[in-house]
């Protein structure tokens, strides 16, 4: 455990070890009760959001074992919200938004995460972040690519930021950084 913050190598190996204990962990849960988790968190991202009419809301394609808001993503279409996903552009540089509707053609991205072929850039005003692993101070372990802050630092104007996940995914620290940028809001089920 790296218990010096200013001593990055070994808060790295640290998070490593941590992001591989928890993916293992979330991939054991069922498929059958990771349905209802994530059919829970949209109910709870529901009464968190309101009224999602004329806002865009950046989701994500689910990949191992994240909550999947797919069936979320296409009732938010019909309440009139944008539906945007993320991509990666470059490694090393901020994710682009691009905005998506059940049915547009997808690509692979990176990780073979499906990403919208074509689409305009958008500026979400939500984004909902899976989590690996998530603090108390809403401080998110991520894959370790570290697109989620640098995107967040990069937007024009800061969206609403939520970060779903199980309840298995809190941790007591992160072991934060000065880059770090910690969520606004948490539905963990």
Known sequence: MADDLNDWPAVARWRRAERERLIAERLAIPADLRAERSAEIARQLDALLGNVAGRIVSLYWPFRGE???RPWLASLVARGATPAL????????PLVFRAYRPGDKL???VWNIP???EGRPVIPDVVIAPLVGVDPGNYRLGYGGGFFDRTLAALPRQPLVIGV??????????????HDIPMDRIVVV
Do not use: N
Request: net charge positive; proline share 19%; hydrophobic share 30%.
């Open 107 to 109: 690509e692979k991205g």
């Open 67 to 69: 909550p999947d808001l």
């Open 115 to 117: 990403i919208p072929a």
């Open 86 to 93: 993320p991509v990666v552009i470059e490694k090393a540089r």
């Open 165 to 178: 996940g199980y309840e298995m995914q809190r941790i007591p620290t992160i072991r934060p950084q000065p």
